[in-house]
C-alpha cells in the first residue's frame, strides 16, 4: 500500500496521471431513524479493485457506502449512505477517465422514510411507498461529453447471469459489465473468492474462480490497457 | 474478561449459578437474497451488558443478530440473522434466571421474500407483502412456570420516550424497561454512550448520560440485587 501511495503521488505506473472513480459497498435507504434497507455487499470487491488501481499509479477516487473493510490507503475516501449520496459524490469527482461501479446500489428508496420511529399499530405493516433511485452507472455512461472513456459496471445475479449481465450492459450503456453469481451456495457474497465473466461490447470471458485480490489485480491490468 | 470467564466457570460472584439470557444487535430481514430490512443496532449495549453479567458470575446465554462487535468471551453465543431465529434460540436458552432483550428486533418480516434477486421492471417497485415478526418480550414475560424471574426489555425511541417506554412496558408485561432516546442528534445510536431511564412497576429513575460499559455496569448490579 505504501509503494500504491507512492506510485500514484509520483504518477508513474501503468496509470501514471489517471483518475478512476470506484463506488463500492451497499447503499442504506432508511425507512425510519432506526430502520433501512440494505443491500449484502462487503465492499470487499471493490476496495480491492481501488487498491490494485492505485497500484498501478491511478489516482483513485473511492465512492463507498457502509462497510466494515478499511478503505485503500492513498485512496481519496468519499463516505456515503444512500444512492443519491452515492450519485452525488460520483457526479462531484468526475471528470475521471475511469469509472467502475462495483457498489451494489439500492434501487428503490423509500419515498415516504419517516423523521420519527414508526410504531406498531392495529392498522398493521406500515404502507411504504417505493420510488426508484437514480441509476448511477446509466447516467455515467449516458454522459456526453464529460464521459468516462471507461465505464464499468458490475451484475451481481442468482440466476440467468450470464443473460441478466449482457441484457444489463446493453441497458446502461456501459463498456464492460463484470458479472458474478451470487447465489448463497456458491459462497461468493461476503467471502473472499469470486468467479466473474467480463462482458464486452465484442464478447464475454469467464474468468476461473480466484480470490477478490486476483480478480481485481486482472481486472485492474485491464482497465489500464483500456487507457492505454 | 479473564476474571470473568474464571468467575463464571467457578460460579461465584453474585450471580453465581445464575443463567441469563441475553439478545443483541439489529435482525435482517430478507427481501431477497442480496436486500433485506435492518434495524441500526451496534449491538454495543448488549454486548457490554452480557460482559458486565458476565463479570457477576451469570452464566450468560447471548444471542446475537449480525454484528461487527465481538461477542463477550465467557458467553455461550448463538448468532441469529432473522427475528425468528431470534425467538428460537431464545426458547431454546430457557431455563433462566433472567432475561435481558437488548437486540434491535424487526416488527416486520417480508413474508413474500423472494430465493432470486427481484429485478426492475417496468411495473415499478415490488410489492412487499409484511408479516408481523413474534414478539420474544411479549412471549418471555407471559410464560407460565417457565417464566425467567426477571425479564428485562430495551426501549429506543426517538419522541416521547417515557410515555412510549412505559406503555411498552405494561404491553409486554416485562418488568422492567430499560428506555433511550435515539433520535440521530443525541449521538446515542452507534456511538459509545447512552442515557437511560430504568421504568418499573413503582416508578421511573433516569440515570445520567454515561459510556455504555458503565451502564452496563450498572443494570448488571441492579439484575443480581433483584435475583439475590
Known amino acids: 500500500e505504501i509503494v500504491a501511495a507512492i506510485a500514484a503521488a509520483l504518477g508513474s505506473g501503468p496509470l501514471g496521471g489517471r483518475h478512476v472513480i470506484v463506488t ?15 443491500n449484502r ?17 491511478a489516482r483513485v477516487t473511492f465512492v463507498t457506502g457502509p462497510s466494515t473493510i478499511p478503505p485503500p490507503a492513498g485512496a481519496q475516501v468519499v463516505r456515503v ?11 462531484e469527482a468526475l471528470p475521471a477517465d475511469a469509472a467502475v461501479c462495483a457498489a451494489a446500489v439500492a434501487d428503490w428508496r423509500v419515498e415516504n422514510h419517516s423523521g420519527s420511529k414508526l410504531k406498531k399499530t392495529a392498522g398493521g405493516a ?3 411507498v417505493f420510488a426508484e433511485n437514480p441509476d448511477i452507472l446509466a447516467q455515467l455512461s449516458g454522459l ?7 465505464v464499468v459496471g458490475f451484475a451481481a445475479e442468482t440466476d440467468d ?9 446493453a441497458r446502461k ?11 448463497p451456495a456458491t459462497g461468493i457474497m461476503g467471502g473472499s473468492e469470486n468467479a466473474v465473466t467480463i462482458i464486452t461490447a465484442t464478447g464475454q470471458e469467464a474468468w476461473p474462480r480466484m480470490t477478490k485480490h486476483a480478480v481485481a489485480t486482472r481486472l485492474a491490468s485491464r482497465i489500464a490497457e483500456a487507457l492505454a
Chains 1, 2 share one sequence.
Open 144 to 150: 456526453g461529453d464529460g464521459r468516462p472513456r471507461l
Open 126 to 128: 406500515p404502507q411504504l
Open 173 to 183: 450503456g456501459c463498456d464492460w459489465i463484470v458479472a458474478n453469481d451470487v447465489s
Open 24 to 38: 463500492s459497498g451497499p447503499t442504506h435507504e432508511p425507512i425510519d431513524p432506526v430502520r433501512y434497507i440494505a
Open 41 to 57: 455487499s462487503s465492499g470487499a470487491q471493490g476496495t480491492a479493485l481501488a487498491a490494485a488501481l492505485l497500484a498501478l499509479g
Open 81 to 91: 449512505e444512500t444512492a443519491r449520496e452515492m450519485q452525488a459524490a460520483v457526479l
Open 161 to 169: 447471469v450470464i443473460a441478466h449481465a449482457t441484457a444489463k450492459r
